[in-house]
């Protein structure tokens, strides 16, 4: 039954005077809910089918017949804003009563909701009422400004207004200085206004910047190919320089510098560091823009109540203008933090040319000082205003959009760590991110984390929710990735939207008793002639010893030793023509798993640069069963010789050579590891060994787990075997195992090969998919991410269905059609229901669930790395007094609650 929510309702529109867009109040329970006019519905029950009014008209119109003017209604539907209790707001927590009357909001109603200021910024009136809509202008610049709108819609019309409003203030209700970067000249007509006495117009051709007040590092931003050995090379000379002419008192030119560069690295064997230094200092030079003395000089310009206007029209040449923005930004900012010049409000207009979102350095020169505003400036009165036509290609960094404390962010891993306990460790974190572009999950260590009151620069808080059960509170101006659309802010969501998402998965940090040593000192005793101090210096300087089963480097040594029990060797040592020792480790796979074992060789500390070697492999198998067979590939490898790495490894007891023609059984140490432990070393075995999820149609196939001994340590592979099965009981997955001939071996002994499997029930496939999943495996664990999610889709399916069965069950007496309406299904199904007694729900053709191929087609379309598309189900208005945020540099996104976001 359709009536009021929390959310909405509708009213039938007695007078003329509503319209879309004007607010209307409503007597609640609690006190009055407000709400604003979202559409209107203009309808006549005579002209609902238009087959008959056509045929009636055929005659003689349908006025001169029926009483149509008698039987027209218009309805209004109302989006809830919030509930006025007193002097405070709070969100609508029960629907108001069918009949209750609607009244137009009153004026000081609305001035508390808007938080208006009676002598805020008159941008004019509220549309469909009388009151003016004057903006608090310390709410308003509080945090910072951005307007962004498509070309000729009035963004530079709507910051003119803002600016008059702000010169007509009276000083004892407080003034700041306006400092506007004009970048077509649109402002400069405020000069023949009755402001042009508060005006003062700057052409970016006259403005100099004093060469005395650069750094090295403001020249290296200007001059992106400059090395960091150049800019060293450079400080000591500037800093002589500067210090020479201060002592006479003189300022010194960037002709100047150029000269003592030429006469200090005289060397020859300096020329490959002294001449392209000398082409770049000439190629600023010759922009015409360093002097003697600042022009104009910012300290008379920047007065409260008083506009100054950049005039960049004049330049055409984009790199002068970055270096112009740059400096000035900078300079501005400086001057506020010592106090030197008074609070200001900075208004960049095409702001995207000069913050862009992804473009090299050279093209964005000014980005970094902006951005430092946008951050910090608030603090110290250095306020930004950032115009922009293009919002898609302007720094996300520049604005500032947050998530609640409780919001759990993905880490590169896969778990799941809220957001308030990086507060403190963030910079040390590495969060999984996504590439859109390439489609391709990504790991990136933030650059920066935000906390703040929503409260105090009046943003709103939703709380967005998805058709899969995932929900989110975030900023109003926090970016989603929707479908079709891009990023999209939480505040311009709809309910039609789907958003991208990574399936959850449920992995936990709980650990099994006590701390326990794994590995001391005093285990490692390498053989001569390998140094053994060498061995455990390099260990204990990494963190790899002592070696505890809380050790945080643990998981990855976990990850690593399940790949060599998978298709990686630990390579018994050999003795070189050079007459050194070697320990070799090789890692096999596919490039995209090897790249994944590099990061996680860095992560330890042995960063390599070894090249992936592809080979092409030829050989004839005698299979047991069908006789010789010819098998021809290409092995994608690389290989390390880390000798600390190699005996901390078979301290650790992985397997040395071939693992067919030895047990190789699993350490003790780690059968009784914590849970995560396990975890990372069965999911990488996994990855190497078992088969990705399939399914028949909507139905999931058993998962095989293969691997093979020679047949004199057949009990050694069911003993392996178990193992596995028991790792994999401990998540509560289900297996059986069998063994079979295989195949015979050149030497005339034959082999057994044991297949593991995980079995095909969709709720065992979905605790696998859950718990463990794939490592070192991209490929199967996107697939498997997208066959958890499509599992789930069923298991909601069939939880409706059994939804639907109960109310069958529990009705009194026959079954209508009216009866079957109401609870959504067949008549002669429900009947058959109650003869046959059915009491558990099962899926069946009739019920047209898509097969997994069409169901990926519907619901991945766009997206890689195991990400879907859900639906958003509801968005409603919530409160929050604490809201966090990342910065992710190079991809701006990262994962929170499941959802793809963008950063601050």
Request: charged share 25%; with cysteine.
């Amino acid at each position: 039954m359709e009536g009021p929510t929390t959310l909405e309702f509708s009213f039938v529109i007695t007078s003329p005077r509503v319209r879309k867009g004007q607010f209307v109040k409503v007597k609640g329970e609690s006190g009055f809910v407000l709400g604003s006019v979202s559409e209107i519905t203009r309808a006549n029950r005579y002209f609902e089918r238009a087959e008959s009014v056509a045929e009636y008209e055929r005659s003689s119109p349908m006025t001169d017949s029926f009483p149509t003017a008698d039987w027209e209604y218009v309805v209004a539907n109302v989006r809830v804003h919030g509930v006025f209790e007193g002097e405070s707001i709070s969100r609508s927590t029960f629907p108001v009563a069918p009949g209750s009357r609607v009244l137009e909001a009153e004026e000081t109603l609305l001035k508390k909701f808007l938080s208006l200021d009676d002598n805020g910024l008159n941008i004019g009136n509220l549309q469909h009422h009388t009151l003016s809509a004057r903006l608090s202008m310390g709410k308003l610049f509080q945090k910072h400004l951005a307007i962004l709108a498509m070309s000729g819609s009035g963004k530079s019309y709507l910051m003119s207004v803002l600016i008059e409003e702000m010169l007509e203030r009276k000083p004892e209700n407080g003034r700041m200085s306006i400092v506007v970067l004009d970048s077509h000249g649109e402002y400069t007509g405020f000069r023949q206004t009755q402001y042009g006495k508060d005006t003062e117009i700057v052409s970016a051709k006259k403005f100099r910047i004093a060469f005395s007040r650069v750094t090295p590092q403001m020249l290296r931003e200007w001059s992106p190919e400059m090395s960091s050995a150049q800019v060293r090379e450079l400080a000591p000379i500037m800093e002589s320089l500067r210090r020479e002419k201060k002592d006479k008192h003189e300022p010194y030119s960037l002709e100047d510098l150029i000269g003592r560069v030429e006469s200090e690295m005289a060397d020859k064997k300096r020329d490959n560091v002294k001449r392209p230094l000398i082409a770049w200092l000439a190629e600023l030079s010759s922009l015409r823009l360093f002097s003697a003395a600042d022009f104009p000089k910012l300290q008379d310009a920047v007065a409260p109540g008083r506009l100054t206007v950049i005039d960049l029209s004049e330049i055409e040449n984009q790199r002068k203008k970055q270096i112009l923005v740059s400096y000035l930004c900078r300079r501005l900012f400086k001057m506020r933090k010592k106090e030197k010049i008074p609070p200001f409000l900075l208004v960049v207009e095409e702001a995207h040319n000069y913050a862009p979102e992804k473009v090299e350095r050279s093209r964005a020169l000014a980005k970094s000082p902006i951005i430092t505003i946008a951050r910090e400036g608030r603090k110290f009165g250095a306020c930004l205003c950032l115009i922009s036509q293009r919002p898609v290609q302007l720094a996300t960094t520049a604005l500032s959009q947050c998530v609640t404390p409780d919001t759990l962010v993905t880490r590169y891993d896969g778990y799941l760590a809220p957001i308030s306990d990086m507060a403190h460790s963030w910079a040390q974190s590495e969060v999984m991110t996504y590439d859109a572009e390439r489609q391709s999950r990504m790991e990136r260590t933030p650059s920066a984390y935000l906390a703040k009151n929503p409260k105090l620069d009046g943003s709103t808080v939703f709380e967005l929710s998805t058709s899969g059960g995932r929900r989110i509170r975030a900023t109003d101006n926090h970016p989603f990735w929707v479908e079709g659309k891009g990023w999209v802010s939480a505040y311009a969501i709809e309910t039609s939207d789907r958003v991208a998402v990574r399936p959850l998965q449920e992995f936990d940090f709980e650990l099994n008793g006590e701390e326990r040593m794994l590995l001391s000192e005093d285990d490692i005793r390498p053989p001569a002639p390998v140094r053994r101090h060498e061995i455990i210096h390099k260990l204990r300087s990494l963190g790899l010893l002592p070696l505890t089963t809380s050790s945080p480097k643990l998981p990855i040594l976990a990850r690593l030793m399940g790949h060599i029990y998978g298709d990686g060797t630990l390579h018994p040592p050999y003795l070189a023509s050079n007459g050194q020792w070697l320990h070799r480790i090789t890692f096999t796979g596919k490039e995209e798993e090897l790249e994944q074992i590099k990061k996680d060789l860095a992560r330890l500390g042995f960063p390599n640069d070894q090249k992936i070697q592809h080979q092409f492999r030829a050989s004839t198998t005698n299979f047991i069963e069908f006789g010789p067979h010819s098998i021809k590939g290409v092995s994608t490898c690389f290989k390390v010789g880390f000798c600390a790495l190699w005996f901390l490894l078979k301290e650790l007891g992985a397997p040395l050579g071939d693992k067919s023609n030895q047990p190789a059984l699993i350490p003790k140490w780690l059968m009784s590891s914590p849970r995560h432990i396990k975890r990372e070393f069965i999911a990488a075995y996994l990855g190497s060994e078992c088969s990705s999820i399939r399914f028949k149609k909507r139905w999931a196939e058993a998962l095989n787990i293969p691997f093979c001994k020679s047949q004199p340590l057949g009990q050694a592979g069911i003993l392996f075997a178990s193992q596995i099965q028991m790792l994999l009981k401990d998540f509560e997955i289900g297996t059986s195992c069998f063994s079979r001939p295989y195949c015979r071996r050149s030497d005339g002994s034959s082999s057994t090969q044991f297949v593991i499997q995980i079995k095909a029930e969709r709720s065992n496939i979905i605790r696998f998919s859950r718990r463990v999943g794939y490592r070192y495996s991209p490929s199967k664990e996107a697939n498997s991410l997208r066959g958890l999610a499509f599992l789930e889709y069923i298991d909601s399916m069939t939880a409706k269905k059994q939804e639907v069965l109960a109310a069958v069950q529990s009705m009194d007496g026959s079954i209508t059609a009216s009866h079957s309406a109401q609870i959504g299904v067949q008549t002669e199904t429900a009947r058959s229901w109650r003869s046959r007694n059915i009491t558990k729900a099962r899926l069946c053709p009739t019920d047209h669930l898509p097969s997994f191929e069409k169901w990926l087609a519907q619901n991945c379309g766009g997206l890689g790395d195991g990400l879907i598309w859900e639906k958003i189900s509801s968005k409603i208005l919530t409160l929050a007094d604490d809201v966090r945020d990342l910065t992710i540099p190079d991809t701006h996104c990262f994962f929170a609650n499941g959802f793809l976001t963008h950063n601050c």
